[in-house]
């Protein structure tokens, strides 16, 4: 079995209090029972918005600059995810398009090393 992150990408305006109804998130908990069930879940998390998110990057020089903010600047940042264990990519994508239509957002699939 490999590991896999599957990352639910947000646009930087999302809000889960507007976008997310009682059907979604019926949805979602339907996925994660099955993912539980399925033995392939080994963590899931939302995360806050990119906003809150803080940045650090080490300069050449040895010092550390911390700024507010995600590190990239995109419009569309991961709002949450999954890691999963399973057999190979095919596995995982097929987990990534259940995600991709219970959270109706676009997915990334990508093994660990």
Not at 89 to 95: C, F, I, N, S
Request: with cysteine; hydrophobic share 45%; proline share 6%.
């Amino acid at each position: 079995m490999a590991q896999y992150w599957v990352a639910i990408h947000h646009p930087d305006d999302y809000d889960p209090f507007v976008s997310e109804d009682e059907a979604m998130a019926r949805a979602i908990d339907a996925l994660n029972d099955e993912m539980v069930a399925a033995g392939v879940r080994v963590f899931v998390g939302g995360l806050q918005p990119a906003g809150r998110a803080m940045s650090l990057r080490a300069r050449p020089d040895g010092d550390l600059v911390v700024a507010s903010g995600p590190y990239l600047k995109t419009t569309e940042h991961v709002g949450g995810f999954w890691v999963l264990d399973v057999e190979d990519m095919d596995g995982a994508l097929a987990w990534g398009q259940k995600a991709a239509i219970a959270c109706r957002a676009p997915v990334e699939v990508r093994p660990f090393h």
